[in-house]
T-cell receptor, first 113, second 114 residues
């Protein structure tokens, strides 16, 4: 099955700086890569996703890059704000053949004011 | 859109008791997923349904766990008998299906087995 590794496990950044989280996956057939943000006591919320037919996607301060050859993808958050503090999860899936998401272990991001 | 609704939000019970967790997916979503989250193991997929039919239950830890989806708007995850190691946050998620689509998560049930 798919194995997704995520690094780092914790990340502390100064407000206004950038944060980068990296994930690798093992199954070359994976074609869908969402990123989720989980705040304390809440379920995970999708913040951005990318499909294997594109290499980069951006939404305001958040961007995701995908390198299919190397089987890794990264989340970039620019101009971080205190409300960006949360746990972030990457995931991979082989939709539509298989809708299961394989999640990384998560990154706890703390933005220092 | 009310989102995925889970109940209860918190459950504390003694070991050996039966526990039932409930989930109402987003209307029109064909897929429903049950996850368990712990510090040690992260987010684990337990089982998922397509059009009320269980598709993959390979993540269900043991026979003490069972899940049902009697109709498109309701699913249950049952643990009987419960054990302290079942303590975790259990999440339900749903997705429409078709082209790759994000899963929408409920806020989870925090389960504590004493």
């Amino acid at each position: 099955g798919e194995n997704v590794e995520q690094h780092p496990s914790t990340l502390s950044v100064q407000e206004g700086d950038s944060a980068v989280i990296k994930c690798t996956y093992s199954d070359s057939a994976s074609n869908y890569f969402p990123w989720y943000k989980q705040e304390l006591g809440k379920g995970s919320q999708l913040i951005i996703d990318i499909r294997s037919n594109v290499g980069e996607k951006k939404d305001q301060r958040i961007a995701v890059t995908l390198n299919k050859t190397a089987k890794h993808f990264s989340l970039h958050i620019t101009e971080t704000q205190p409300e960006d503090s949360a746990v972030y999860f990457c995931a991979a899936a082989r939709a539509p053949n298989d809708y299961k998401l394989s999640f990384g272990a998560g990154t706890t991001v703390t933005v220092r004011a | 859109d009310a989102g995925v609704i889970q109940s209860p939000r918190h459950e504390v019970t003694e070991m050996g008791q039966e526990v039932t967790l409930r989930c109402k997916p987003i209307s029109g979503h064909d897929y429903l997923f049950w996850y368990r989250q712990t510090m040690m193991r992260g987010l684990e997929l337990l089982i998922y349904f397509n059009n009320n039919v269980p598709i993959d239950d390979s993540g269900m830890p043991e026979d003490r766990f069972s899940a049902k989806m009697p109709n498109a708007s309701f699913s249950t995850l049952k643990i009987q008998p419960s054990e302290p190691r079942d303590s975790a946050v259990y999440f339900c998620a749903s997705t429409p299906g078709g082209a790759p689509q994000p899963q929408h998560f409920g806020d989870g049930t925090r389960l504590s087995i004493l």
